[in-house]
Nanobody, 125 residues
Framework: QVQLVESGGGLVQAGGSLRLSCAAS????????MGWFRQAPGKEREFVAG????????VYADPVKGRFTISRDNAKNTVDLQMNTLKPEDTAVYYC??????????????????WGQGTQVTVSS
């Protein structure tokens, strides 16, 4: 069993920054890949960023490339999402997720076995 708890969401003006953090517990954090997804009202959950077990590979969705950075600290069992130059269209509930088996389909929600409860990010124009 893996427990994931997100924090760091909030209200920010366009152009501002936020840093989301996800704390994991329950199993060996360093053994699985991690991802961040988001879901805006009336829309499907979409991939934002992912990072492999060893941090060797990081991938980003096109809308956030160059603005968001995913990182992990295996000693602290955390994965962070630094979000810069935020835009109103970034407004959503952000979720972290754990992939225990290293699925190559990292951009799909179905590749992840465990999810956090989500944290709201609101960007005002």
């Amino acid at each position: 069993q893996v427990q994931l708890v997100e924090s760091g969401g909030g209200l920010v003006q366009a152009g501002g920054s936020l840093r989301l953090s996800c704390a994991a517990s329950g199993r060996t954090f360093s053994s699985y890949g991690m991802g961040w997804f988001r879901q805006a009202p009336g829309k499907e959950r979409e991939f934002v960023a992912g990072i492999t077990r060893s941090t060797a590979t990081r991938v980003y969705a096109d809308p956030v490339k160059g603005r968001f950075t995913i990182s992990r600290d295996n000693a602290k069992n955390t994965v962070d999402l630094q979000m810069n130059t935020l835009k109103p269209e970034d407004t959503a509930v952000y979720y972290c997720a754990a992939d225990l088996y290293g699925s190559p389909r990292y951009a799909l929600p179905s590749a992840y076995e465990y999810w956090g409860q989500g944290t709201q990010v609101t960007v005002s124009s």
